[in-house]
């Protein structure tokens, strides 16, 4: 437990610029700063301050008592892990192991040029070492800065840092020294994850969670030393940290990752941060001037039952009728708000569509039938996608999505190999102005400055056909497709009343993946294939009849043949995509050794994977397009790109040059 010293406010605070002229609010139970100079009010509040964080403390240590007595009668673990320590669930691949029920699968032997191929070559990832979370990105002074949850010391989650890159286009990255580290009592077990927002007069806070030295999570203020250093390289943290504990009601392992704030119509800044009360995952609301004094709403943004705690919540404005990003504080007629929040239990990101009540602080989903986290409600990603992040980049108006990608194989090759995760190429995000019920993403369109060489293909492919399509080593790939069902073929099965009605039943997960074959699908590409067929990971469309007689069209990704390898996971995604009259079956895959990225109708449904091929790497990995329906002759016309690495580049003021003169 802290000492009582350590909980009282510094008496010689350094000069503060974030200091606002003007009234203060009054303090509340949830802040932590200097008191007012009244002795009687100072002795009163500081005891109870100290006697709730005393409880709090009391409660954690129990906590962890009781779920250490768990893990051994179990029998699963003799101890508790770090992170279930801290209070969040297993960041690492021994978890996903547990939930996919082969924890005790005995590990593949991986070889060096194996593990090396895995590394990719234009997706962010540190040099070495675990990376988690991403943090607070920003475009600031001409840089797009990328802070992120990195452990400097092993490829495994523990002493959680925040590291940080900088980039000119979002993919030619140079990385710059650690940005926060664990060295004050609020955050002694970790720095974790957090958001940045820009005051009006151009300048920039950073609210981010800390563990304490006794593991309850906590929200602390920190702001960059130097704001005419275009790199940010040094960071302050507030002296009166930490600015928000958990409040009443809230055990403290489950308080954390605020948001950017946004404005309000009173002129203030609102936060809010995710947490759970029993089984009722909720949005907490927290109103401030200065982002060091806080006034708790009584209301909540959102809550939904039985989702469990809400991690990295996000909340962010959509125009109805504009193909463009917002600022965090737009609002009014033509504006529709997010929430997303990534659930702990499943470790899924889910959104939903709704409307925002400013007056309140308030929230609701257009549709309750699919609320954020149950599970017919829709996610960003239906594959290995998670712990996201949106930022406005006020330098080409667009809101860009930032999402940590794990890994799928097991924690004993990545500390073989020495590194683990990767972030997904940064995406725009929209409203779908032409659905009004989904979101649409789209890779960043810098990414197309990696592309070199290409080769465009126009074939009839009829039923059960295989064809190689010739692009060489197929490991650094962007493809961009659009297929058509012949007119006969779905004439064919809409106007028998025989064909089997199987839309409502298929499901990408559960139908049997890409072998399974359908009157119409599936149909697409197999991607790090070898020339065998034995090792590939197929993309696809399947398109269904519904009882109705209508087509329902899905998008799926299959990696249960990616890999030799028995130590990885390799699961069916994906999820029914919506399909307008008239419209084309497109798809976009960016393939980049170890992760495939699937883009469905031009961003409405995404899947990401990622793969451990053993054969299909290096000059060994090929492209095939395949038709596995039965009846259905499939016209494809595609277009496909080698791709350049993005070169990140270890820190040095070289690099940093280098780099902006690109």
């Given at each position: ?262 404005k309000t119509s009173a002129g203030k800044w609102r936060i809010t941060i995710g947490s759970k009360i029993n089984r009722t995952g909720i949005s907490l609301v927290y109103d401030t001037t200065d982002f060091k004094t ?369």
């Amino acid at each position: 437990m802290a000492s009582s010293d350590a909980l009282l406010p510094i008496s010689a605070r350094e000069e503060d610029p974030l200091l606002l002229d003007g009234s203060r609010s009054d303090p509340n139970a949830e802040t932590h700063h200097r008191r007012r100079p009244v002795k009687g009010l100072l002795a009163v509040s500081f005891g109870l301050f100290f006697i709730a964080f005393y409880v709090a403390l009391i409660a954690t240590r129990d906590g962890s008592r009781s779920h250490d007595a768990k893990i051994e009668r179990d029998g699963t673990a003799t101890t508790a892990s770090r992170a279930r320590l801290a209070g969040v669930s297993e960041k690492s691949n021994d978890e996903m192991w547990k939930l996919s029920g082969e924890r005790n699968t005995v590990a593949f032997s991986w070889n060096n040029s194996m593990l090396s191929w895995q590394r990719t070559a234009f997706h962010f990832q540190p040099e070495q070492n675990w990376m988690n979370d991403p943090n607070g990105p920003l475009f600031y002074k001409g840089w797009y800065h990328f802070f992120y949850q990195y452990n400097p010391n092993a490829a495994v989650w523990a002493d959680i840092v925040w590291g940080h890159a900088v980039s000119k286009d979002l993919i030619h990255w140079v990385h710059l020294p650690l940005a926060m580290v664990a060295d004050q009592w609020y955050d002694a077990n970790g720095v974790w994850t957090g958001s940045a927002t820009f005051l009006e007069d151009g300048s920039i806070v950073m609210l981010y969670t800390g563990s304490t030295d006794k593991y309850v999570q906590v929200q602390n203020l920190a702001y960059p030393e130097d704001l005419n250093d275009p790199l940010l390289l040094k960071w302050v943290k507030y002296s009166g940290n930490p600015v928000l504990v958990p409040p009443p009601g809230i055990l403290p392992k489950d308080f954390r990752d605020p948001t950017t704030a946004w404005k309000t119509s009173a002129g203030k800044w609102r936060i809010t941060i995710g947490s759970k009360i029993n089984r009722t995952g909720i949005s907490l609301v927290y109103d401030t001037t200065d982002f060091k004094t806080y006034e708790k709403l009584d209301t909540l943004l959102h809550k939904v039952p039985n989702t469990g705690m809400w991690e990295c919540v996000d909340f962010y404005p959509v125009s109805k009728t504009k193909v463009k990003g917002l600022d965090t504080s737009v609002n009014g007629p033509d504006v529709k708000h997010i929430v997303k929040a990534s659930m702990d239990d499943t470790r899924i990101d889910h959104y939903a569509i709704g409307t925002y009540f400013d007056s309140n602080g308030t929230w609701i989903p257009d549709d309750p039938s699919i609320d954020v986290g149950i599970s017919t409600s829709l996610r960003y990603d239906y594959g290995k996608f998670y712990a996201s992040k949106t930022f406005y980049d006020q330098n080409k108006g667009r809101r860009i999505l930032w999402s940590w990608i794990g890994e799928s194989d097991s924690e004993s090759a990545d500390v073989q190999k020495g590194w683990s995760s990767l972030q997904g190429i940064p995406r725009t995000v929209v409203l779908d102005t032409k659905t009004g019920k989904n979101l649409v993403q789209w890779p960043v369109e810098e990414v197309k400055s990696l592309r070199l060489s290409s080769k465009k293909f126009d074939m009839e492919v009829g039923p059960g056909s295989l064809v190689h399509v010739d692009v060489g080593s197929a490991a650094q790939l962007d493809i961009e497709a659009e297929f058509e069902i012949k007119k006969e073929s779905l004439d064919k099965i809409l106007g028998d009343a025989s064909a089997a009605a199987e839309a409502e039943e298929f499901s990408c997960q559960k139908s049997g993946g890409s072998t399974v074959r359908g009157a119409l699908g599936p149909f697409g590409f197999s991607v790090l294939a070898d020339e065998s067929l034995s090792e590939q990971t197929p993309v696809y469309f399947y398109v269904a009849k519904g009882k109705d007689s209508k087509l329902k069209t899905f998008f799926c990704t299959d990696a249960s043949r990616s890999s030799f390898a028995n130590d990885v996971v390799k699961p069916i995604y994906g999820s029914s995509v919506p399909v307008l009259k008239g419209e084309k079956l497109t798809m976009r895959i960016l393939v980049d050794h170890s992760i495939v990225e699937a883009f469905g109708q031009g961003g409405r449904t995404c899947i990401t994977s990622r793969v451990y091929p053993t054969k299909a790497i290096y000059g060994a990995a090929k492209l095939f397009l395949f038709n596995n329906a039965i009846d259905a002759t499939i016209t494809a016309s595609f277009k496909v790109w080698q791709m350049n690495s993005a070169f990140i580049h270890p820190y040095s003021e070289e690099a940093v040059r280098a780099l902006s003169r690109t």
